[in-house]
């Protein structure tokens, strides 16, 4: 048996992934393409450019991208790349009025993608040329899905559609599909940790550590109030069924969100959406964090909070984001520590607890489960 | 200050709608049809990137010229 066949047993019998799937180039190159590349990851968010023109470029694992919000009003995702001599076209966040223009020969694209303009192409004054077909020049277009203001990418163009994809969370939370407001700069925070990026998704999965890290969090939230989500195949995290809503010292709260269910009174989940998106709801608030791997031992945690209506407390919004940075930031060392651990050769992945540490081995299982899908196609 | 050494300034200042203006000025300034076609190139494409007001008519201008699409 192999260490993924390993990996894949029944929780009970299960090893976690070896230790080479968080300390070497070699398997972050392997499971950028084969789970990352492959699948529906969360890049950015649409609240990141929310005016037509907005542009913004970004470094996903290597791959130079910008998002752009076009003159419809839709967001795209496209290569960073000039079709000409490969030049990098947008290079800071910055308001697209009219083309996109590189800055080395100036070949102008539309927000759309197309090539519009090939100025001196054919010698000066000279816009075209025989041999240059703009039409089949246009920007590469990554494949792109909005859901929860996520921007979800699928780079190889090749995984099912999202919404078949992710349909059990989407039915899951159906009734909080609803207008998401993001809280601005009080409500988006990045925390960089010296750690893989599937440590991040595994500490979120579970709710086993919460005595021990989160004191402060399990005071109400104690541990036997929470719940697994696990779906083998798709996703897992937990729930709890005691979340108590933030009030300001004149009982102030944020307004809910609107006709939900009994459950969510005092309901809340916090599901890793894999490979990279970490979604939390409540009655009156939600996140998003999106895990930007860096290196094999180095993430970006991108969190951003959504309200209900537009106009709410700046005060409550800002005690609620400092309350989530903390309990984040308590993640850390958690991260970093697993990561350092990590570098005992003789660690063997590790058992899990079968009955606390199921949505984990779900994350371990189909992190295996989608390396050797990939080892096989590219055997054949 | 001269044409040129505008020209040179608004490049500086990434000054692009003045550009659109100041190119579309040097072309009028020359005799050939090909140093014309040059500036009002160099004007259009700063038009694009700016949407500014000018950029249909220059480019109808250039599509009337041949030299573009």
Redesign the interface.
């Known amino acids: 048996m192999d260490n993924l066949e390993l990996v894949r047993q029944h929780v009970s019998k299960a090893n976690g992934l070896p230790n080479e799937h968080y300390i070497t180039q070699s398997m972050f190159d392997e499971e950028k393409n084969s789970i990352i590349f492959n699948q529906w990851a969360g890049l950015d968010v649409c609240s990141e450019i929310p005016k037509i023109g907005d542009a913004k470029p970004l470094n996903f694992m290597g791959l130079p991208l910008f998002i752009i919000r076009d003159t419809q009003n839709a967001v795209r995702v496209y290569q960073n790349t000039c079709r000409h001599r490969g030049m990098i076209l947008v290079d800071k966040p910055k308001k697209i009025?009219?083309?996109i223009?590189c800055p080395y020969h100036?070949w102008?694209y539309s927000t759309e993608g197309q090539l519009?303009?090939t100025?001196?192409i054919?010698g000066?004054?000279?816009?075209?040329d025989k041999n240059i077909d703009?039409s089949k020049l246009s920007l590469i277009e990554i494949r792109s899905h909005i859901w929860r203001d996520v921007i979800w990418v699928n780079i190889n163009n090749n995984a099912r559609p999202f919404d078949e994809v992710m349909a059990s969370t989407i039915e899951r939370w159906k009734e909080l599909d609803q207008n998401l407001y993001h809280g601005g700069e009080d409500g988006k925070f990045s925390l960089s940790v010296k750690g893989n990026w599937k440590l991040a998704v595994e500490n979120y999965c579970e709710s086993y550590h919460l005595p021990w890290v989160h004191p402060g969090l399990n005071s109400y939230s104690r541990l036997e109030d929470h719940y697994h989500i696990t779906e083998y195949g798709s996703h897992s995290g937990q729930g709890s069924l005691v979340y108590k809503q933030l009030s300001d010292n004149k009982g102030q709260k944020f307004p809910d969100f609107e006709n939900l269910s009994e459950k969510w009174a005092t309901g809340a989940e916090y599901i890793a959406l894999y490979p990279n998106v970490l979604l939390g709801v409540h009655r009156d608030h939600a996140y998003a964090i999106i895990l930007l791997p860096v290196s094999f031992s180095e993430t970006i945690e991108n969190v951003h909070i959504y309200y209900s209506k537009p106009d709410v407390s700046p005060s409550l919004k800002k005690k609620n984001k400092d309350q989530w940075k903390e309990v984040f930031e308590e993640d850390i060392f958690v991260v970093e520590g697993m990561q350092a651990g990590r570098l005992g050769v003789k660690f063997d992945g590790g058992r899990f607890s079968p009955q606390m540490d199921e949505p984990t081995h779900c994350f371990h299982d189909w992190v295996a489960k989608e390396v050797s899908r990939f080892r096989k196609q590219n055997l054949t | 200050m001269s044409l040129n050494e505008k020209i040179l300034e608004a490049h500086q200042n990434k000054n692009l709608s003045l550009l659109v203006e100041l190119y579309q000025e040097a072309a009028k300034n020359v005799s050939k049809a090909e140093e014309e076609n040059f500036f009002l190139v160099q004007a259009y494409t700063f038009a694009l990137e700016v949407s500014h007001s000018q950029v249909l008519f220059l480019r109808r201008e250039l599509v009337s010229r041949g030299v573009e699409e």
């Not at chain 1, 000066?124 to 075209?128: F, R, S």
């Open positions: 009025q009219g083309a223009r100036s102008c519009v303009s100025p001196h054919g000066p004054g000279q816009n075209t703009r």
